[in-house]
């Protein structure tokens, strides 16, 4: 009771490839923390006041999140009004946190996914995902191996069309083409038919579940003191439903030998071990509570209960379901009994975690972990029924006919309920044809590989002039492809092309930021130019559209690439492998990014926050682009803002170079 009271700490976690993670990671220890600690918020104050007040201050590196790149701390407001060096590390972390270098989150919301133990080819499915901090760390897990492309993907669902928009930003910062967001309600979500091994059409089963589900959120009192108010028994007993029906469709949706992970903010049982427990009598030993005891090696937190007393709103708690008043009777239901004490050993639900807040100075909060041994009882039954054709039933005028599968014939197959289509209508999703016109243009300027194939890159119109195309995964074009008419889609894909009619170039589309990553390694070296650290640095801290640096003051190695490409978008990459804020490690770094190719000059073509990330990596002097308002004279600190420069950078240029549908591609979004 007395931690909830306290204000909950600030959390972050570094994200990103492995090495430019590692860099960042360095800059965050040296260069921030540092200052923090020498530089506390109230220097007015006595000596031993200031060394307490440190020591309270000092960031806690989570000992159980993997590389010591998730901390905590205590940032308040207070803080960031009255120190410099505090409020510098608050716009460092919002900046980075813009171009999805950094996620800020509570520590306990990073549990979920790392017990998940996410490998790059699996299949993913986040029932009920918005805003979407747990999502943005599962596309991060997938994408952890460098220079790998993940073959498996996420697909990330919630039942609030404006919520799914909050999810569409989300994914936007990590720029994934294995990224989907639907909208649906989970408990009835609706099968996903994908293109098997062999071809032939078949139910997508996945290996990794994460349902987070909606509950009362007593955990997040400390930063919700709001539901103190609001807080009664019967919070969890109306919950308890919904929790179960999206837990079970989870497990129909899993894979044999995949792994769910339900969750919730509560530390009420009725919405944790009872909803956990009626899944386990339902599947008769079809799943199991898995021991993740020695997954988070640092991680303290209380065994799942055995025993609980369901209670109803007047606060009376029961032990058996005969002693429930009737006037009581609908909201206390037979389910939500625990074992009795010589069948609880059957159930394992000690495995559940319960992280309570004095433990670790986090919100309370509620993990199990399910492996599924073999298909539920329900599966198995309706297997073993004669298929018979259900599609005239379901009044199916919506399904495409050729999509059916022998799985969609079941019971527990897709869901009868018509889809329904409130919300924001979508633009369609359009993908390119092996002949489509516009390509052999793109392929031919940026040399790109035939290993890229045309089909997996979209727009979202079906006629007219085709200004941003999009690049998806195959294994996320195929989920698209076939299941766009059962599915409510909202989106998918990184913009990766967009359309630039610029008459010095060969091209009608310009390379974006957003997409070079994943089509990178498909691009030859006829538009890529090698740059040295002080050409990158160069050309990323201009910012002045008319007077871009000149090509004959860059290093004449870069020069001589130079003279082989031709004018328009190119890629500019920088190799090093120093770091000097990385407190001696020594971290090979590979940056890419789009860069402009005119025909004197040569500059970056990167948002504001993305230019920055890349200047702190070099060790570059950023301060030009950071708002200060401890700086005496306020029309200085206003031209340093970020903003000031980042309408600069997308107002785009004046010169030779100028580039006259530039400003619709930046601005233009599709939907
Ligand atoms: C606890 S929040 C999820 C937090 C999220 N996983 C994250 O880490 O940012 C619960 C979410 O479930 C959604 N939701 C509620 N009922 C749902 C249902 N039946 N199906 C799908 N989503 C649902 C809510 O809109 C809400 O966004």
Not at 616 to 636: H, Q, T
């Amino acid at each position: 009771m007395a931690t909830i009271k306290e204000t909950l700490p600030t959390a972050f976690r570094i994200t990103g490839s492995k090495s430019e993670a590692r860099a960042l990671l360095g800059i965050v220890k040296g260069k921030f923390f540092k200052d923090c600690l020498l530089n506390p918020s109230q220097p007015d104050e006595n000596s031993q006041k200031i060394d307490k007040e440190i020591e309270q201050k000092k960031p806690i590196c989570l000992p159980w999140y993997p590389d010591g790149l998730a901390w905590q701390l205590q940032l308040t407001r207070k803080d960031i009004r009255r120190s410099e060096a505090y409020f510098r590390l608050h716009n460092f972390l919002i900046s980075e946190t813009d171009c999805g270098n950094i996620s800020r989150q509570e520590a306990v919301s990073m549990i979920p996914p790392l017990l998940l133990d996410v490998k790059p080819h699996h299949k993913i499915l986040d029932m009920c995902a918005a805003p979407g901090s747990k999502t943005a760390q599962l596309i991060e897990l997938l994408h952890a191996e460098d220079g790998r492309f993940p073959t498996g993907f996420v697909i990330a669902n919630d039942i609030d069309n404006n919520r799914c928009y909050m999810l569409v930003h989300q994914a936007k910062r990590f720029n994934s083409p294995c990224v989907v967001i639907t909208n649906h309600d989970a408990a009835v979500m609706p099968n996903f038919t994908v293109t098997g091994t062999d071809g032939t059409l078949t139910m997508l089963k996945f290996d990794r579940v994460l349902c987070d589900v909606p509950c009362s959120g007593d955990g997040t009192l400390r930063k919700n003191p709001d539901i103190w108010l609001k807080w009664n028994t019967a919070n969890g007993n109306n919950l308890h439903g919904i929790q179960s029906r999206i837990l079970r469709r989870g497990v129909e949706m899993l894979s044999v030998g995949g792994r769910l992970v339900y969750s919730t903010c509560s530390l009420n049982p009725l919405e944790n071990e009872a909803v956990i427990h009626r899944l386990l009598v339902d599947t008769r030993g079809a799943v199991q509570l898995v021991d993740v005891s020695s997954q988070l090696p640092g991680l303290k937190y209380r065994q799942g209960l055995v025993h609980w007393l369901p209670t109803s709103r007047d606060m009376r708690g029961y032990t058996s379901y005969n002693d429930v008043p009737e006037k009581w009777q609908t909201q206390v239901r037979p389910q939500m009994f625990p074992p009795s004490p010589e069948d609880a050993h059957k159930f394992n639900l000690e495995r559940c975690i319960r992280i309570l807040p004095h433990q670790q100075d986090t919100g309370g909060f509620f993990v199990a972990v399910i492996e599924k041994l073999r298909p539920l009882p329900w599966e198995a039954a309706a297997k073993a029924l004669p298929a018979e054709s259900e599609e005239q039933e379901q009044g199916g005028n919506e399904k495409d006919a050729a999509n059916s599968t022998s799985e969609d014939k079941v019971p527990w197959g897709p869901q009868r309920k018509r889809r329904r289509t409130h919300g924001y209508k979508e633009d369609p999703f359009v993908f390119f044809t092996e002949d489509e016109p516009l390509w052999p243009s793109i392929r031919d300027f940026y040399d790109i590989d035939s290993l890229l194939s045309p089909t997996c890159l979209l727009t979202r119109c079906n006629e007219g002039k085709k200004k941003n195309i999009y690049f998806t995964s195959l294994a996320v074009r195929d989920i698209v492809i076939n299941n766009h008419l059962t599915i409510k889609l909202i989106n998918t894909g990184v913009k990766s092309f967009v359309r630039c009619d610029n008459k010095s170039m060969d091209c009608a589309f310009r390379l974006a930021q957003e997409g070079l990553h994943s089509i990178l390694p498909y691009i030859g070296p006829k538009r890529k130019i090698f740059v040295t650290k002080a050409d990158l640095i160069k050309l990323l801290i201009n910012d002045d559209p008319k007077f871009p640096p000149e090509a004959d003051t860059l290093d004449p190695s870069t020069q001589e690439q130079l003279k082989d490409i031709s004018q328009g978008s190119c890629v500019l990459v920088y190799q090093g492998e120093d770091n000097p804020s990385s407190g001696g490690d020594i971290t090979r770094l590979t940056l890419a990014m789009v860069g402009w190719r005119g025909a004197k000059s040569v500059r970056a073509y990167v948002p504001i926050s993305d230019c920055v990330h890349y200047l702190r990596l070099c060790g570059a002097d950023v301060s030009k682009y950071e708002k200060n308002k401890f700086i005496k004279n306020p029309s200085v600190a206003e031209e340093k803002s970020g903003e000031k420069i980042a309408v600069d950078n997308e107002t785009e240029v004046k010169d030779e170079d100028r580039n006259e549908e530039e400003e619709v591609g930046m601005l233009g979004e599709p939907t």
